[in-house]
């Protein structure tokens, strides 16, 4: 009930092309669903997040979507960029006070130009 | 732009000592959280800390690790006596508050334990 899965395990795309990854939870008190980017030696970086109560968000190249119903949830990046290549993960969080994120696995993003 | 920093960005360390890993949240956050990511791996919660106090801490978080708000500023994880599993990137994450939700991250510790 405690686990996010994301797919795919790694995605190549070329430049200009639309990456989409994807994450799926069980647990409907999870209320919080950001993604991060990670580039190698680094830490996470918060990219994008998206609360239940809206079906997308929209960033710049970046839309998140999410399907309440089927407790789904996915990344676009439109027109990806070789600077994109990166993990990426999703989590999610609610359910209490303190906010823990569980993540998904990852996915190793690598945009070629 | 305020950033969460850790130190040493790199440790080194024999089984069996025992080591503190340090972050200094950002200045206006309440929550404070310590993950980490094993080579290859999912990032994976340890422990989150709140009012001086400790909020959740994962199966992970044993007898073994301990956490502290010494002062204003920093936050520290100190592992009593390491195993060689211990070896990962730990990350220290802040949140301003429960409200807020984002969460961080500094750019982490590698510890290697040899």
């Known amino acids: 009930q405690q686990q996010v899965k994301q797919s795919p395990q790694s995605l190549i795309v070329q430049k200009g092309g639309i990456s989409i990854i994807n994450c799926a939870y069980e647990?409907?008190?999870?209320?919080?669903f950001p993604w991060y980017q990670q580039f190698p030696g680094k830490g996470p970086a918060l990219l994008i997040a998206?609360?239940?109560d809206v079906s997308e968000k929209k960033e710049g190249r970046f839309t998140i979507s999410f399907n309440k119903s089927a407790k789904q949830f996915s990344l676009h990046i439109m027109d990806s960029q070789p600077g994109d290549s990166a993990t990426y993960f999703c989590?999610?969080?609610?359910?209490?006070?303190?906010?823990?994120?569980?993540w998904g696995l990852g996915t190793s993003l690598a945009v070629n130009p | 732009e305020p950033e969460v920093t850790q130190t040493p960005s790199h440790q080194v360390t024999q089984m069996g000592q025992e080591v503190i890993l340090r972050c200094v949240p950002i200045?206006?956050?309440?929550?404070f959280y310590w993950y980490r990511q094993i080579l290859g791996q999912k990032v994976e919660f340890l422990v989150s800390?709140?009012?001086?106090?400790?909020?959740?801490k994962s199966e992970i978080f044993d007898d073994q690790f301990s956490v502290e708000r010494p002062d204003g500023s920093n936050f520290t994880l100190k592992i009593r006596s390491t195993k060689l599993e211990d070896s990962a990137m730990y990350f220290c994450?802040?949140?301003?508050?429960?409200?807020?939700?984002?969460?961080?991250f500094g750019p982490g510790t590698r510890l290697t334990v040899t």
């Open positions: 994450a802040s949140s301003r508050d429960r409200v807020g939700y984002e969460q961080y």
């Open positions: 200045s206006n956050h309440l929550y």
């Open positions: 800390f709140y009012n001086n106090e400790i909020s959740e």
């Open positions: 647990n409907t008190a999870f209320d919080y």
């Open positions: 998206i609360r239940p």
């Open positions: 989590a999610a969080s609610g359910a209490g006070n303190n906010r823990k994120l569980i």
